[in-house]
């Protein structure tokens, strides 16, 4: 299976500022997907990363807060912009390339805002 | 969009009877239900799925079953050891939606010696 890199693995940012988080996958990989997991919780996806276009965003999150990037079938990044404490949690990566190998996940990023 | 809904949220046994965690999904689209292992502190990590076309699989002592008709999915764990303590996740996948994973809310799994 696939190996995603993620960083930071986590990171301390004053409000307001934003917060860049980076996933390098081994291997070429199809679909990368972002989501989210507050203390506690489940897995919320923010968006799938399109390879060569823009992300396509789930119900709630809007690219101006959650800009992505999807230069090339093995990266993406997520950038949490104008950060509130609100956005305080950890963010994955994941990653598939055909349904025979299911979906792997980054180490996630612990963010705190202050 | 898709909604699953997994119970309990949270399970205690006792070492060595068996565990089981139920959940079920809305879109009938639906063709693909991973289960994934949560430790504190680390990432979900894959440890059985099952695909539309099969009703149960199995893995030495995990085993997933699927009714379709009902749209629901069950995890089973038997033998439990303390080290299977930990949260699991289901959740369902539909290649029509693009592919990506909608979890279930989690069950925390306690099992004690």
């Known amino acids: 299976s696939a190996v995603i890199s993620q960083k930071p693995s986590r990171d301390i940012c004053q409000r307001g500022t934003s917060l860049t988080i980076q996933c390098q996958v081994d291997?070429?990989?199809?679909?990368m997907f972002w989501y989210r997991q507050q203390p506690g919780q489940s897995l919320t996806l923010i968006a799938t990363a399109n390879q060569g276009s823009e992300a396509t965003y789930e119900s709630g999150f809007v690219i101006d807060k959650f800009p992505i990037s999807r230069p090339n079938l093995t990266f993406s990044t997520l950038t949490v912009s104008n950060l509130s404490p609100e956005d305080s949690s950890i963010y994955l990566c994941?990653?598939?390339?055909?349904?025979?190998?299911?979906?792997?996940f980054g180490s996630g990023t612990r963010l705190t805002v202050v | 969009g898709e909604n699953v809904e997994q119970h309990p949220s949270t399970l205690s046994v006792q070492e060595g009877d068996s565990a089981v965690i139920k959940c079920t999904y809305s879109d009938s689209a639906s063709n693909y239900f991973p289960w994934y292992k949560q430790e504190l502190g680390k990432r979900p990590q894959l440890i059985i799925d099952?695909?539309?076309?099969?009703g149960e699989k199995k893995d030495q002592r995990i085993a997933v079953t699927l009714n379709k008709t009902a749209k629901h999915f069950s995890l089973h764990i038997t033998e439990t050891q303390p080290e299977d303590s930990a949260v699991y996740f289901c959740?369902?996948?539909?290649?029509?939606?693009?592919?990506?994973?909608?979890f279930g809310k989690g069950t925390s799994l306690l099992v004690t010696p």
């Open positions: 291997s070429q990989v199809t679909m």
């Open positions: 994941s990653e598939t390339d055909s349904k025979s190998r299911g979906y792997t």
């Open positions: 099952i695909r539309s076309n099969v």
């Open positions: 959740a369902a996948s539909d290649s029509n939606s693009g592919y990506a994973l909608n």
